[in-house]
């Protein structure tokens, strides 16, 4: 029996369902997850730099009768990717199944997120994983060049870090987006997931909203937080804005912490059970 932990993902849309995911697969390590991804450089990513031991692509969550076994635990975080009539067919294929956004809350951040660190940058931009209709991109070109430091993001097209030097006091690799993200006081970013590790980490996020994009998920997250958010229609209002709100930063709230232990007895008691079965189901007459 294996504990399957999938994340929508792809190049359009970043990667904040697979940073959750990645942050259950470590609450749930113990069973030693397999998370997959919709998109295998997410997979990928998420073992490189978000410390995930085991991980595969699988291109679309209908996949994943290929991957599994009838019976496995399946934990699926998928934006509303699957269908009524697919989810009762997992309900029947799985054991256990738990659905982020109903048995599982949204704002759940990764415990290396809960460490203090010193401040090492006063402010910083942090788009978001992706920009696929290069619309920051354009943002950047067409603002004066803004005295703060950027993280790129990891589906960023490539060559355009080369042109957004001239853009930002200092260009920060992906590779480094936690460390940043912890020793960053104020964020301003257009990733709600992100704004949550801030928070996570003690410091004071600033959300702005991405016109490249028709809907927000979870932005209701924004406001059971009290995350302030900074507008305009170029990146210099967009900054001048930031700059205004964090010199008199709102009170936010501190990330609620959810109680996994009944999920935990649950997989935990389906496992002791199969492994008592196991060796009836494969004695061969």
Known sequence: MQVYIYAKSGHNFGLENVRRASALCNIFKSTDPILCTADYRAATFAKSELGINRGVGIDVIGNLPH???????????????????????????????????????????????????????????????????????????KSTKQDIPMILGHYFFLGNDEKLKNSFSELIEEEDYIDTIK????????????????????????????????????????????????????????????????????????????????????INDTIKKFEMIQPSLDYKF
């Open 67 to 141: 991957v599994m076994e009838r019976g496995d635990i399946l934990i699926y975080d998928d934006s509303n990717e699957a269908s009524e009539t697919m989810q009762e067919h997992m309900e029947q294929f799985c054991s256990n199944l738990y659905k982020v956004g109903k048995d599982i809350p949204f704002d759940i951040v990764d415990d290396t997120f809960k460490n203090d660190m010193e401040t090492k940058y006063e402010k910083a931009i942090f788009f978001a994983d992706d920009d696929y209709a290069n619309w920051f991109f354009e943002l950047a070109l």
């Open 183 to 266: 020793t960053t006081k104020y964020l301003l970013s257009g990733s709600i997931h992100s704004c949550l590790e801030s928070i996570a980490s003690g410091n004071f996020p600033v959300f702005f909203k991405r016109k490249d994009k028709e809907t927000i998920e979870n932005i209701e997250l924004l406001d059971k937080y009290n995350i302030p958010t900074a507008s305009g229609d170029s990146l210099d209002e967009i900054i001048n804005n930031f700059n205004k709100i964090i010199k008199n930063y709102p009170e936010i709230k501190t990330l609620e912490k959810f109680d996994f232990s009944i999920i935990e007895k649950e």
